[in-house]
């Protein structure tokens, strides 16, 4: 199969996640939480992080203060992102979209997806009444921070960590 009929294969639908999609979202934020083990040994996932992923997930899918999107190619989800609403009691504007997970399949990577899965829950976001998105990340991950410098965001603010 040559390179232009696999990316014809690549084919995906954007939208809210429903309960048939949450093992394949949860492996997905595993996998996530794996790499994001590989830019710091702080970020180093439990021997739990596949059912923790998916714990949490089923908790997250019914409360209104996140919202899950995933990408779905053949019936597999492919991508996923999931976003908090949060109240910034002290700030203006005082509602954020913090977009806290991201990951999309290798092989759906360096198209489009990203940029339309983003674009999705930005729009979501704002549904929801959000000013100020942010999106959260390990420091050391050069690719989400060239991603997100790329579509306007700045650095808003600083964690440092000791480990004890």
Known sequence: MSTKERKMDLRYEIREISSRDVEDAA???????RLNG???????PSERVDQDSLSALKTRISNKDYIILVAVSQSKVVG????????????EPRKE????????MPEFRRGKLG????????????????ELITAEFPSQNEIASKFYNKLGFRSLTNVYAKSQ
């Open 38 to 44: 590989e830019f710091d040994p702080l970020f180093r």
């Open 27 to 33: 492996d997905l934020i595993a996998r996530l939480k």
């Open 97 to 104: 979209g913090a977009i806290v997970e991201f990951y999309i």
């Open 115 to 130: 940029k339309q899965l983003f674009d999705s829950m930005v729009s979501a976001l704002r549904k929801r009444g959000a």
């Open 80 to 91: 996923v992102i999931k976003a908090a609403i949060r109240d910034r009691v002290y700030y």
